[in-house]
């Protein structure tokens, strides 16, 4: 049986059988179809292949990150906070800080215009707590290619569900972690515009009821396009 996994003395995710018991048989059969061995061989050298690829290609714009954010405001270049990843197994994910250096300690300041009520979300408009750098850094989702070094450690994939902070208490907060999390996923198809936590799960379990290499890549390449147009993540 699955044990909920701690780390630094943070429970990140809770047993996925008890998810599937909560969810019902029906949504946790569908979320839970097994992937092909076929679709899982040819996604992982893909994303090894991507990631290897996009580090080169990334790095001189890392250089000028990193110079950039340092200038900007105190703190470390990268941020490195715990996620639930597959079936629930923590890891560091990477990201470009694109916050001010205490960040977590101001978190009670933008609560009270937080869009999701019960704060299963942050999603905060014009959030003071971010640079200057690292609205620049949003905008055009820079601060999250760092992660592509979780993809070739095999902790994310390319595609898949984006790994969140926050526990949820809905049971498809943890049946959503049957994949791979993912640099890009299914709200990023939808503008990266999320209108409620429910929005998202119901984006994940469609996912993981229709996942297929040709999914993967149209996710993708509307990725691409929403990048782009610098409509910029939440």
């Given at each position: 049986?699955?044990?909920?996994?701690?780390?630094?003395?943070?429970?990140?995710?809770?047993?996925?059988?008890?998810?599937?018991?909560?969810?019902?048989?029906?949504?946790?059969?569908?979320?839970?179809?097994?992937?092909?061995a076929?679709?899982l061989?040819?996604?992982?050298?893909?994303?090894?292949?991507?990631?290897?690829?996009?580090?080169?290609?990334?790095?001189?714009?890392?250089?000028?990150?990193?110079?950039?954010i340092?200038?900007?405001?105190?703190?470390?270049?990268?941020?490195?906070?715990?996620?639930?990843?597959?079936?629930g197994?923590?890891?560091?994910?990477?990201?470009?800080?694109?916050?001010?250096?205490?960040?977590?300690?101001?978190?009670?300041?933008?609560?009270?215009?937080n869009k999701?009520?019960?704060?299963?979300?942050?999603?905060?408009?014009?959030?003071?707590?971010?640079?200057?750098?690292?609205?620049?850094?949003?905008?055009?989702?820079?601060?999250?290619?760092?992660?592509?070094?979780?993809?070739l450690?095999?902790?994310?994939?390319?595609?898949?569900?984006?790994?969140?902070?926050?526990?949820?208490?809905?049971?498809?907060?943890?049946?959503?972690?049957e994949a791979?999390?993912?640099?890009?996923?299914?709200?990023?198809?939808?503008?990266?515009?999320?209108?409620?936590?429910?929005?998202?799960?119901?984006?994940?379990?469609?996912?993981?009821?229709?996942?297929?290499?040709?999914?993967?890549?149209?996710?993708?390449?509307?990725?691409?396009?929403?990048?782009?147009?610098?409509?910029?993540?939440?």
């Amino acid at each position: 049986m699955a044990e909920s996994r701690t780390v630094e003395g943070t429970v990140v995710a809770p047993p996925l059988e008890r998810a599937r018991q909560r969810a019902g048989d029906g949504l946790a059969e569908r979320s839970g179809q097994s992937a092909s061995a076929a679709y899982l061989t040819v996604k992982r050298i893909g994303d090894v292949l991507l990631a290897a690829v996009a580090i080169i290609l990334c790095a001189p714009l890392w250089l000028v990150c990193a110079i950039a954010i340092k200038l900007d405001s105190r703190g470390p270049i990268l941020f490195r906070q715990v996620r639930p990843g597959h079936r629930g197994v923590p890891f560091h994910i990477l990201k470009f800080r694109t916050m001010c250096e205490d960040a977590e300690e101001r978190l009670g300041e933008v609560l009270d215009r937080n869009k999701e009520p019960d704060h299963s979300l942050i999603r905060v408009d014009e959030d003071p707590r971010v640079t200057r750098v690292g609205h620049l850094l949003r905008k055009w989702s820079i601060d999250e290619t760092p992660q592509f070094i979780n993809v070739l450690k095999g902790e994310m994939s390319i595609v898949g569900p984006r790994p969140i902070s926050r526990p949820i208490s809905d049971p498809r907060g943890t049946l959503r972690l049957e994949a791979l999390p993912g640099i890009t996923g299914p709200w990023q198809t939808n503008g990266r515009k999320l209108t409620s936590c429910n929005h998202m799960l119901e984006l994940d379990m469609k996912y993981l009821q229709e996942r297929s290499l040709w999914l993967d890549l149209r996710i993708m390449f509307r990725t691409v396009a929403v990048v782009f147009r610098g409509d910029g993540a939440e």
